[in-house]
């Protein structure tokens, strides 16, 4: 092998490493839960567990790499093949890995009245999966969307309604959750349909609500309230419409599914030792800056929610609901600094083995089913939850489990909302 290949081969095996990196990373950390869920269920198979979640990652991040590196050395030819087998034999063990989709209708106990459910963000991925799966379980639906065009093409006359409603703007979010609790006790309320308004009064008030809108937040300007727009989006507005749609919770003895996210680790205290400041002004009151911090504690926020809503008496849940291939998945990718071809190439790779490793919309939305559908008393205690079975100890994050930071946060909330006139 003379220099020049040499060079060229340790160069394609640079970039193709860590352009595996990507979804090889992604298929281990897709899957971990499966196998914490597993483990649990076997303690003693923790070992065996870890290396075969571990096992067909690595081998498809070898495989694609040493595809790579061959493609220069011989022929393309080599490289496709190697690429094609490492990820089949991936997949053939991941697949196996999935988890049960729950006998969903079985879950709704015999009811007098149909039970009603309300899903914000809901006209793509888990959130339109969601109302799908609650719709066919026999549940009434009404959802909110930023988009008239698209909450119509969803609506199903009888079953699923939607209201337009942008959480960009906090006193869309108050407005809608007024004429909810409004409908609810029969009073007019004419931001909604009058289909939404007659199932509110069917129902007096909400058994289900799913905080689900989010997204991943990219650089951007301050919305016009004055805040970050992962932060106001992702926490505030749900913040608010939960508050505001209480009174309407508590007399159904409803409950609350907060869609987290994983990706909650990724919060940390701006300052070194001090929780509160994961939340501190420089961060939910400023434009956008990195978006895996802004996605990171605005998921934080999401659980914590969670934990202050309990100690306010509503029956509430987080989940992360797995790595779902939805439209989420639009942002720049790592490395995308390196240029446009490099962005490109892993677009490819990550369009061609997504599906292959991660969960399609109804498989992630197994555990907001589960959570919105099960029995309260079938439900064990926990806050976080991954692929329908409790986290809090396996896989949430300190942070997570932080009961001061949840109150600092239910008060800095009130406070914001307190400033723009909202309380
Ligand atoms: N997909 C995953 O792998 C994954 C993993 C962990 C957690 N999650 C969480 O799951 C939830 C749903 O995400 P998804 O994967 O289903 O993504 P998606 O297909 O992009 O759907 C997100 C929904 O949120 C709303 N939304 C998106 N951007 C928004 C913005 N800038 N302002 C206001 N609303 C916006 C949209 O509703 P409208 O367009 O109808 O207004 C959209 O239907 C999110 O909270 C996400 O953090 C997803």
């Keep these: 092998m003379n220099a020049a290949r040499g060079a060229a081969a340790a160069a394609a095996l640079a970039l193709g490493l860590p352009l595996v990196a990507w979804p090889a990373t992604f298929a281990l950390a897709t899957r971990l839960p499966e196998y914490v869920h597993l483990v649990k269920a076997r303690p003693g198979a923790a070992a065996a567990a870890a290396a ?200 159904c003895q409803g409950r609350v599914i907060n869609v987290a996210s994983e990706g909650h680790h990724f919060a940390t205290p701006r300052t070194p030792g001090e929780p509160t400041s994961v939340f501190a002004p420089e961060r939910i009151a400023a434009p956008t800056k990195s978006s895996l911090l802004s996605y990171g504690h605005n998921k934080l926020a999401n659980i914590l929610h969670t934990r202050y809503l309990r100690d306010d008496g509503i029956a509430a849940f987080a989940l992360h609901p797995g790595a779902v291939v939805t439209s989420i998945w639009t942002f720049p990718y790592a490395l995308g600094f390196l240029g446009a071809p490099v962005r490109a190439i892993q677009r490819v790779v990550f369009d061609a083995t997504a599906s292959l490793v991660m969960k399609t919309a109804e498989e992630g939305v197994s555990t907001v089913v589960y959570l919105a559908l099960a029995p309260l008393d079938h439900l064990d205690s926990d806050l976080y939850w991954i692929n329908l079975a409790g986290a809090d100890a396996t896989m949430a994050s300190p942070l997570a489990r932080s009961a001061d930071l949840a109150r600092h946060l239910a008060e800095l909330s009130d406070i914001l909302l307190a400033e723009r006139g909202l309380e």
């Design 52 to 251: 075969a979640a571990a096992l067909p990652t690595a081998a498809a991040g070898l495989g694609l790499a040493h595809g790579y590196g061959c493609g220069l050395l011989s022929s393309s030819a080599a490289a496709a093949a190697t690429f094609a087998a490492a990820w089949l034999y991936a997949a053939t063990r991941l697949v196996d890995a999935r988890p049960p989709v729950p006998p969903y209708t079985s879950m709704l106990p015999a009811q007098a009245s149909p039970r009603l459910a309300v899903v914000t963000g809901a006209t793509s991925g888990i959130g339109a999966a969601s109302v799908n799966v609650l719709a066919r379980a026999g549940l009434r639906v009404i959802f909110t969307t930023r988009s008239e065009e698209r909450g119509a093409r969803l609506a199903v006359p009888g079953s699923v309604t939607y209201c337009v409603v942008d959480p960009n703007e906090l006193a869309q979010v108050a407005a809608f959750a007024d004429a909810v609790v409004a409908a609810s006790r029969g009073e007019r309320a004419p931001l909604l349909s009058d289909e939404a308004a007659s199932w509110l009064v069917d129902a007096g008030g909400v058994h289900i609500l799913v905080n689900n809108a989010g997204f991943f937040p990219r650089p951007a300007p301050l919305t016009g309230d004055g805040l970050e727009p992962g932060f106001q989006v992702m926490h505030l507005s749900h913040h608010l419409l939960t508050k505001r749609l209480a009174p309407v919770l508590k007399a």
